[in-house]
């Protein structure tokens, strides 16, 4: 399957969003809305529940599942107000020692005139700070899209998985070759050129497992949810027990050996 292939997929209608993963994998949800600052942003679900008797933090980019819901969630490019609500429930989840679960779906932050206002830049860079020192166990997923910053601040985490057919990159396709190439023609040169796969990812060290899904998550979506209830039952467990100045060095480390090539 070709990087534009995965990128279809990564966008298909119908592939399970966000509030699918929470609804089937966390126990007595409750989502907590506001960034106490200026409004609550739809695009950013947050909430506690339980995993495995667990209390823990859950926060997802919501792309919505009908006309009416993504428009109303912005198709999932969050403002502002929705990395910051994301970072009171991270500060949140730390005071009272429960791990951070993400599931990242979004072209990219939202660009609109307000959201820029509003500080949609410094948003971001604060929780990109944070979280790197967030003294809680934290793992990040990439379910569909992991697009630009918008995807990035919420995968500052101890590990990163993405699912087998989703993407994950500094800009989308589209956009890179209308940036280099000025050329929205060279759209699937630009997919292959990003390394945008999960595949590729792996394969460089940026994330740390491929959760498989056959021929699609919008397919296999009961296989699919099994298997990362499964992995987060384990690797939960490993992160707990670690101490949080060790839990620190190696996600400060995990990030740091990005890019290096050495001996």
């Not at 126990?27 to 600052?37: C, K, N, P, S």
Request: glycine share 10%.
């Amino acid at each position: 399957m070709s990087a534009w292939e995965k990128v279809e997929l990564a966008r298909k209608q119908g592939r399970p969003t966000a509030k699918r993963y929470i609804d089937a994998l966390i126990e007595g949800f409750i989502e907590l809305h506001g960034d106490r600052r200026f409004a609550d942003d739809g695009a950013v679900v947050a909430g506690i529940g339980w995993f495995n008797d667990m209390p823990v933090t859950v926060i997802g980019l919501e792309k919505g599942r009908d006309t009416k819901e993504k428009v109303a969630r912005n198709f999932g490019s969050a403002s502002p107000e929705g990395y910051r609500k994301a970072l009171r429930l991270m500060k949140q989840a730390e005071k009272f020692h429960r791990p951070v679960i993400c599931f990242v779906d979004t072209a990219g932050a939202h660009c609109g005139i307000g959201a820029e206002e509003r500080g949609q830049g410094s948003a971001i860079a604060e929780n990109l700070m944070e979280m790197m020192t967030l003294r809680t166990p934290f793992i990040s997923i990439i379910i569909g899209e992991g697009g630009s910053g918008g995807a990035l601040a919420l995968s500052v985490a101890d590990e990163v998985w993405m699912l087998e057919h989703a993407i994950f990159s500094v800009i989308s396709p589209e956009g890179c070759a209308s940036i280099l190439w000025r050329d929205v023609q060279r759209t699937k040169e630009a997919a292959e050129a990003l390394k945008l796969t999960a595949q590729d990812l792996y394969a460089f060290g940026v994330i740390e497992w491929i959760i498989p899904e056959g021929e699609g998550a919008h397919v296999n979506s009961a296989k699919v949810f099994e298997a990362i209830r499964e992995a987060l039952k384990s690797k939960l467990a490993v992160l707990c027990k670690k101490e949080i100045g060790e839990l620190l060095e190696t996600r400060y480390k995990r990030f740091r050996k990005l890019g290096y090539k050495g001996e």
